[in-house]
């Protein structure tokens, strides 16, 4: 028998689900869609840090000292992830609720965007609540569900031969769970707020989502993206409720746990004639935009991965809409300061605001008329978002700054490796107590070779340790920041490269060997194709399975040994390396963009050092051949 929390629950869930659906429509933008704010002031991922969001939001003069509405027509975004993880989630929707009423008779707005975890605790993924959390429902919780629950959690020990366990019942269901679990609800007063909430909004020029733009959202459209998302998620909530009302699993069981249970032949061959199309339904949606990781509420590539692959959704998306740029959250940015990617078309403003998981501080993006700035929590003044495009994973400093360290510290090891004909060896530094790795060699198969006025036939196909150090240069200047620093250094009175040997990786022969799935966020197809274009760009034919490698922790694909790249003549040899013949390769506009601001000129005067004007001549015509494609 259905409990009365039960039934509150089916005799307003029509109701809600009607409403919602019609505000979901992708043809009607004005609920998702706003314009002529005269200020916004954004921030992400609070995670119940109440006090520190109270702060914020007084420093941006948006609350006053009383914690009430004084910003006018200003438009506070919060892009998603008010809750878990912290203790005093409630108390923030508290104050986001009341602020969305107080500024609506002001004149502004306040816009709630779903993140990923407002979708987790609508749908009932509860693995980051908090113990503290839980407590703060405990005023909403039916002692009667509690009761229930503790006699069939006692009966269900009994069936296995074991005795009522409190301290692994109250594991399971944390005093205030069921208070929580009505206060999520579609009927509860958080979860009926949430639902009417929006994956993404567009306030002036500024589109606000919480995970970013995937390509599949690009597709479908950020009209279109809005709406399923919304319609998925409330299409789970319905079934969920059939299935629970079916008696089938009970509300409290946990969201992967459900898909596990209706999935198992035990359920299935008992299913009625009336309820497997709704377990069939439900099954499906396991991986829908509710739980999808290329969806508005999870993607996380636009935070983490190659621009030049990246950049081709987000312009598509933005240009659509007439946006200039996407405002993201979700992933906590490495310098936990407000970071821009693609020339500011992506601005990441989670910045770890519950200190004591993610070590990082309050912040807000402040847009008012065409200018950004930025503001932190207890510092005084506005900042511009910090260029986070140069930011290289594995290198925690700059590039100038190992440049000097290469060029600057003491070698205090040497070893051999049995790799290479051109006998490399690694090499340990230090300078001021700080050690690093680099790999040296020095072969040089034609050292007079910037000295002729013409290269000749016989050296179409050189093998130069210059070569690792233009290499580098050019990666630079293209922007793919996947070819280690490099320098020019004399060791032992012999001129060779230092080239940085980045720690905690692994070559593509060895992950084969361990058959180790690639796991990381950012697509290695979309990886591997920036290895195509720069290959075949330099020529490079001594790419092979011990040369590429990869991050261990985010899979970001490095490229090294290039010596032998930059070959000429190409009366004889085709416009690409033999492996790579037949590859399609796709050229996204970030790239064609770069590629196409090479000149001869501009490459003689930063590559000259280390390539003669033919090798640069040759690049150019490779240059075109691709953007020809």
């Not at 399923?228 to 969201?255: C, H, M, P």
């Not at 991050?551 to 930059?566: G, R, V, Y």
Request: hydrophobic share 40%; net charge negative.
């Amino acid at each position: 028998m259905m409990t009365m929390w039960f039934k509150c629950l089916c005799a307003g869930l029509l109701v809600i689900l009607m409403q919602f659906a019609t505000a979901a429509r992708a043809e009607d933008p004005s609920q998702w869609q706003w314009q002529d704010a005269e200020r916004i002031v954004a921030f992400g991922d609070v995670h119940g840090a109440y006090p520190e969001l109270v702060v914020l939001l007084q420093q941006a003069q948006v609350i006053d000292t009383d914690l009430r509405w004084q910003a006018g027509k200003t438009h506070l975004v919060s892009v998603g992830d008010l809750l878990d993880r912290g203790a005093q989630s409630r108390k923030v929707m508290d104050l986001m609720m009341r602020l969305q009423q107080e500024s609506a008779v002001a004149g502004g707005a306040v816009h709630q965007v779903l993140g990923n975890h407002e979708i987790m605790n609508l749908t009932g993924d509860l693995r980051y609540v908090s113990v503290q959390e839980y407590a703060s429902y405990l005023d909403l919780e039916d002692p009667v569900l509690r009761q229930t629950a503790i006699a069939r959690f006692t009966t269900e020990a009994k069936d296995r031969g074991e005795t009522f366990n409190q301290d692994l019942f109250d594991k399971h269901f944390p005093p205030g769970f069921f208070g929580h679990k009505a206060a999520f609800s579609p009927t509860g007063e958080y979860g009926a707020w949430l639902l009417q909430a929006t994956p993404a909004v567009q306030v002036n020029d500024s589109l606000f989502t919480h995970g970013g733009l995937s390509p599949a959202v690009a597709e479908m459209g950020i009209g279109e993206s809005i709406s399923q998302s919304k319609v998925q998620l409330l299409r789970y909530i319905e079934l969920w409720q059939q299935l629970t009302d079916a008696g089938l699993v009970r509300n409290e069981t946990g969201f992967w746990e459900r898909f596990e249970l209706l999935g198992s032949s035990d359920n299935t061959a008992q299913l009625s004639a009336e309820l497997e199309p709704v377990v069939e339904e439900f099954l499906s949606m396991e991986e829908s935009l509710v739980s999808d990781g290329d969806s508005l509420a999870w993607y996380r590539g636009n935070a983490m991965c190659h621009p030049a692959t990246e950049s081709e959704a987000v312009e598509k998306v933005l240009a659509s809409i007439g946006a200039s740029r996407v405002v993201i959250a979700h992933t906590p940015t490495p310098m936990r300061r407000i970071t821009t990617r693609m020339g500011g078309k992506v601005i990441s403003i989670d910045t770890g605001m519950l200190a004591s998981v993610y070590k990082g501080r309050p912040s807000a993006l402040i847009v008012e008329a065409d200018a950004l700035s930025t503001i932190y929590a207890g510092e005084e003044g506005a900042f511009e978002p910090v260029d986070g495009s140069d930011r290289i994973a594995g290198q925690a400093v700059s590039d100038a700054e190992l440049e000097d360290f290469l060029l600057t510290a003491e070698v205090i090891k040497q070893e051999k490796l049995s790799t290479g004909g051109t006998k490399p060896m690694r090499l340990t530094l230090e300078k001021d107590g700080v050690q690093l790795r680099v790999m040296y060699k020095n072969y040089d198969k034609v050292p007079d070779l910037l000295r002729r006025s013409v290269i000749e036939r016989k050296d179409y196909q050189t093998d130069r340790y210059q070569h690792e150090v233009a290499a580098y240069k050019l990666d630079r200047i293209l922007g793919l920041n996947r070819v280690p620093v490099s320098v020019i250094r004399t060791y032992k009175k012999k001129r060779g490269v230092f080239q940085y040997w980045i720690p905690n990786t692994i070559s593509e022969g060895e992950r084969r060997e361990k058959e180790l799935a690639i796991t990381g966020e950012c697509s290695v197809n979309d990886q591997y194709q920036l290895r195509f274009m720069y290959d075949i760009l330099i020529y490079n034919v001594d790419r092979n399975l011990g040369n590429l490698l990869y991050d261990e922790d985010s899979w970001t694909l490095w490229f090294i040994d290039h010596s032998q790249a930059f070959a000429i003549g190409r009366n004889k040899y085709r416009e690409r390396p033999k492996m790579y013949a037949k590859v399609d390769v796709h050229i996204t506009p970030w790239m064609r963009r770069k590629l196409g601001a090479l000149t001869q000129e501009n490459l003689e005067e930063q590559l000259g050092t280390w390539l003669h004007p033919t090798q640069i001549r040759e690049m150019l015509w490779r240059r075109d051949k691709l953007l020809d494609n």
